[in-house]
C-alpha cells in the first residue's frame, strides 16, 4: 500500500485541544489504530520513530492510524498530568475515532510510556488488537493484558529492563517478542519491528 498523506486535525480534548496525524487508506480500510507516545517530559511526541512504525505497520495492514501529541506535547494544550490525563487524552482520541470511523473496530497500540497509556484504555474498550513496544513496566502500574496482545521488548533495554517485563508477563504466561541485542528505541532494527507488527495485525 502506498504511503497516504498525512492529516493533521485537533481535537477537544479533556485539558484543552489535542493534536493528531491520521494516516487513512480510505475506502479498503480494515479497522482503525489509536497509537501512544512515549513519556511526553523526556521527549516523546507524535513523531518518534517507533510511534511512526507503528503508524506505518496499521497502515500497511489496512488500518487507519492516528496519534496524538498528548497534553503540554508541542501543539496539544493542557500539562503533563502523571499518567492519568494522558489516559484520558488517549480516550478523546478513542470518543474521536468512533465518531469518524463509526462502525470501525479500534485498535490500540503503545511504545514504552504510551504502552502503560494503551494498556489502561484497553481496560474499558476492549480493543480488536493491542500491540506494546517496550512498554513501561517498572515505572508505571502497566494493567495485565489479553494473551492475544503483541509484546515486542529489546533484551538490552536501559530503559525498561528485560527483566521487569518478564516478571510483569510471567503470571499471565504472555509471550514477549524478543529482540537480540536491541536497545530501547530499537535503532537500526525499525524494518523487522514493523514487519513483525504488520504480520501481527494482519493475523
Do not use: C
Not at 28 to 37: D, K, M, P, S, T
Amino acid at each position: 500500500m502506498s504511503a497516504a498523506p498525512l492529516e493533521r486535525v485537533f481535537l477537544n480534548g479533556p485539558a484543552g485541544r489535542l493534536q493528531v496525524v491520521i494516516q487513512d487508506p480510505g475506502a479498503q480500510r480494515l479497522g482503525v489504530a489509536l497509537i501512544a507516545h512515549p513519556h511526553p517530559l523526556y521527549g516523546g511526541t507524535l513523531d518518534n520513530k517507533v510511534v511512526q512504525t507503528l503508524a506505518k505497520a496499521f497502515h500497511a495492514a489496512g488500518y487507519a492510524a492516528l496519534r496524538l501529541n498528548f497534553r503540554g506535547v508541542d501543539e496539544s494544550e493542557g500539562v503533563y498530568d502523571d499518567g492519568r490525563g494522558e489516559v484520558e487524552d488517549f480516550a478523546a482520541l478513542a470518543a474521536y475515532a468512533r465518531e469518524r470511523y463509526a462502525d470501525a473496530g479500534l485498535s490500540l497500540a503503545g511504545f514504552s510510556f504510551g504502552g502503560y497509556v494503551a494498556a489502561a484504555l484497553a481496560q474499558r474498550l476492549n480493543p480488536v488488537k493491542l500491540v506494546l513496544i517496550a512498554p513501561a513496566v517498572g515505572r508505571f502500574p502497566v494493567a495485565a493484558v489479553s494473551p492475544h496482545t503483541l509484546v515486542v521488548h529489546g533484551e538490552e533495554d536501559d530503559v525498561v529492563p528485560f527483566k521487569d517485563v518478564l516478571d510483569w508477563a510471567r503470571p499471565s504466561n504472555l509471550p514477549i517478542v524478543t529482540f537480540p541485542g536491541a536497545g530501547h528505541f530499537f535503532h537500526g532494527l525499525l524494518v523487522p519491528l514493523q514487519k513483525i507488527v504488520f504480520d501481527h495485525v494482519r493475523s
